[in-house]
């Protein structure tokens, strides 16, 4: 038995449930195809990188177009040329593959030819622009048709993300809805201490931090012992850093940049509070189940957020946190207005998001549903995590 998961990386900073998948699923039993093997070495398993053109050797293009092209290719395709199709054909061989997973729509496309010639079994992970912004386009919706008529099963992290991809075409009967989950003894509850938030998350269209910006420098004034740590880096720093200065609550900010997962577990621990604007990107672009949501609600924060894809599923207003509308940044304003003028009630929202993370969110019932599914068995040892 020999597990193949396919993914553009292994070394994403903010993709911890892929990491953890090489790690816990078929431990000693796994082999990697990917674009980049940075960081793959750490692993410990076969690797087969440098799987599709390398856009970043285009000297005639300036570094954003490379960038573009890139995650063009990432996204969109071709399923593989010719000679990476006979080097990841060779490599299945050669490892005794007998079951692949995409862990994104567009990896599994990657490979769906191969899986086909070879007549191996292959699955594939939704978990949230693979189902959105890329499905906008025709031609990876012909991409897409393909896989669903070939795989043998779906995940989706959230319902929201099954009902996008039926609507082009999945049989709704092969989806397991599969949200990521958490590590519960990673995230215990901390020490909270009133007044402190947190947010975590890529500084992208979709997470739309200078909205959760907004809303907090609408209240800051109103709690002036209160302070957001946020973590996270990317395009939208700039815009943050407006947001803080507009409001002139810099004083009542930190910008941590984008941390280990270790360290993301200290600012989290004397937090009380969990604050995201999720919205959909310009580009079409939507959450899936954000990662940090799950884990902030296992650490008994209470999380403050929106009704955008998988979030309400789990933050259930009034019940395991608080959600407004997209976009509706005055109504988060008076949900943090809320909650930080009534720390019960924040402490009350928090405990009931960790029980439900505890009865929905756990990341080992998780990987048991993978594992039935590609039919691997449990695993009676599983490496630390790194």
Same mark, same amino acid.
């Given at each position: 038995m020999k597990?193949?998961?396919?993914a553009?990386t292994?070394? %994403?900073?903010s993709?911890?449930?892929?990491?953890?998948h090489v790690?816990?699923l078929?431990?000693?039993a796994?082999?990697l195809v990917?674009?980049d093997?940075?960081g793959?070495?750490?692993?410990?398993?076969?690797?087969l990188?440098q799987v599709g053109p390398?856009? =970043?050797?285009?000297?005639?293009?300036?570094?954003?177009a490379?960038?573009?092209?890139?995650?063009?290719?990432?996204?969109?395709?071709?399923?593989?040329? +010719?000679d990476?199709r006979?080097?990841v054909?060779a490599?299945?061989?050669?490892?005794g593959v007998d079951?692949?997973?995409?862990? +994104?729509g567009y990896?599994?496309? @990657?490979?769906?030819?191969?899986?086909?010639?070879?007549?191996i079994p292959?699955?594939?992970y939704f978990?949230?622009?693979?189902?959105?912004?890329?499905?906008?386009h025709?031609l990876?919706r012909?991409?897409?048709?393909?896989l +669903?008529?070939?795989?043998k099963?779906v995940?989706?992290?959230?319902?929201?993300?099954?009902?996008?991809?039926?609507?082009?075409?999945?049989p709704?009967?092969?989806i397991?809805?599969n949200?990521?989950?958490?590590?519960?003894a990673d995230?215990p509850p901390?020490?909270? @201490?009133?007044? $402190?938030?947190? %947010?975590?998350?890529?500084?992208?269209d979709?997470k739309?931090p200078h909205?959760?910006?907004?809303a907090?420098?609408?209240?800051a004034a109103r709690?002036? @012992?209160?302070?957001?740590?946020?973590?996270g880096d990317?395009?939208?720093?700039g815009?943050?850093?407006e947001m803080?200065?507009?409001?002139g609550?810099?004083?009542?900010?930190?910008l941590h940049g984008?941390?280990? &997962?270790?360290?993301? $577990?200290? #600012?989290? $621990?004397?937090?009380?509070?969990f604050v @995201?604007?999720?919205?959909t990107?310009?580009n079409?672009?939507?959450?899936?189940?954000p990662?940090?949501?799950?884990?902030a609600?296992?650490?008994?924060?209470?999380?403050v957020?929106t009704?955008?894809s998988?979030?309400?599923e789990?933050?259930?207003?009034?019940r395991?946190g608080?959600?407004v509308?997209e976009?509706d940044v005055?109504?988060m %304003?008076?949900a943090i207005d809320? =909650?930080?003028s009534d720390?019960?009630?924040?402490?009350s929202?928090?405990?009931?998001?960790?029980? &439900?993370?505890m009865? &929905?969110?756990?990341?080992?019932?998780s990987r048991?549903?993978v594992?039935?599914?590609?039919?691997l068995?449990?695993p =009676? =040892? #599983?490496?630390?995590?790194?």
């Amino acid at each position: 038995m020999k597990l193949a998961l396919v993914a553009p990386t292994f070394n %994403a900073v903010s993709e911890t449930f892929i990491a953890d998948h090489v790690r816990t699923l078929a431990p000693e039993a796994t082999v990697l195809v990917t674009r980049d093997s940075l960081g793959s070495e750490k692993y410990g398993v076969p690797v087969l990188s440098q799987v599709g053109p390398d856009y =970043t050797t285009f000297g005639a293009f300036d570094e954003r177009a490379k960038t573009l092209l890139y995650k063009a290719r990432r996204r969109f395709g071709p399923p593989l040329g +010719f000679d990476d199709r006979m080097r990841v054909m060779a490599f299945f061989k050669e490892q005794g593959v007998d079951r692949v997973l995409g862990e +994104f729509g567009y990896a599994a496309v @990657q490979v769906m030819e191969v899986c086909a010639a070879l007549n191996i079994p292959l699955y594939v992970y939704f978990r949230g622009n693979d189902a959105s912004a890329t499905i906008t386009h025709g031609l990876m919706r012909k991409r897409y048709a393909q896989l +669903f008529k070939q795989v043998k099963g779906v995940f989706c992290v959230s319902r929201a993300l099954a009902d996008r991809i039926v609507a082009i075409g999945c049989p709704r009967e092969i989806i397991t809805i599969n949200p990521s989950g958490v590590n519960i003894a990673d995230f215990p509850p901390g020490d909270p @201490q009133p007044g $402190r938030l947190v %947010a975590v998350g890529r500084l992208v269209d979709k997470k739309a931090p200078h909205l959760t910006l907004d809303a907090f420098g609408r209240i800051a004034a109103r709690h002036p @012992q209160a302070h957001l740590d946020l973590i996270g880096d990317g395009p939208l720093l700039g815009r943050c850093r407006e947001m803080i200065a507009r409001h002139g609550i810099a004083n009542q900010v930190t910008l941590h940049g984008a941390l280990p &997962h270790a360290k993301v $577990r200290d #600012v989290m $621990r004397p937090a009380s509070i969990f604050v @995201q604007h999720s919205v959909t990107a310009p580009n079409g672009d939507i959450e899936g189940f954000p990662t940090a949501i799950a884990e902030a609600m296992s650490a008994e924060l209470c999380v403050v957020s929106t009704r955008h894809s998988g979030i309400p599923e789990h933050v259930l207003d009034g019940r395991t946190g608080l959600v407004v509308d997209e976009h509706d940044v005055e109504g988060m %304003a008076a949900a943090i207005d809320r =909650t930080l003028s009534d720390p019960e009630l924040a402490r009350s929202l928090g405990r009931a998001a960790r029980l &439900h993370a505890m009865e &929905h969110l756990d990341r080992e019932r998780s990987r048991q549903r993978v594992r039935d599914a590609l039919g691997l068995p449990a695993p =009676t =040892t #599983v490496p630390q995590a790194l």
